[in-house]
Nanobody
Framework: QVQVVESGGGLVQPGGSLRLSCAASGSISSISSMAWYRQAPGKQRELVAGITSGGTTNHADSVKGRFTISRDNGMNTVSLQMNSLKPEDTAVYYC???????????WGQGTQVTVSS
């Protein structure tokens, strides 16, 4: 079992920055990758960025050059640094952790990010 908890959302003006954090606990050694997804009202959940246990990262085209995923302390904590935020980045951001052993994905409860003047 893996527990995932996000933090760091909030309201920010266009062009501003926010840093989201995701803390994983439980069977951390089973985690093969972690990722950030987002879901805006009326839209499907989409992948924002991901990172593997080996450190390989990938970012959606819509956030490349603005968002950066990183990890601290192995796979215990994963962060998403978001710069140059745009109104279209407004969404609920979810952290996920993929367990290679259990072959399932664990999700956090989500954190709201609102970009507005």
């Amino acid at each position: 079992q893996v527990q995932v908890v996000e933090s760091g959302g909030g309201l920010v003006q266009p062009g501003g920055s926010l840093r989201l954090s995701c803390a994983a606990s439980g069977s951390i050694s089973s985690i093969s990758s972690m990722a950030w997804y987002r879901q805006a009202p009326g839209k499907q959940r989409e992948l924002v960025a991901g990172i593997t246990s080996g450190g390989t990262t990938n970012h959606a085209d819509s956030v490349k050059g603005r968002f950066t995923i990183s990890r601290d302390n192995g796979m215990n904590t994963v962060s998403l640094q978001m710069n140059s935020l745009k109104p279209e980045d407004t969404a609920v951001y979810y952290c996920s952790a993929r367990s290679a052993v259990e072959r399932r994905t664990y999700w956090g409860q989500g954190t709201q990010v609102t970009v507005s003047s």
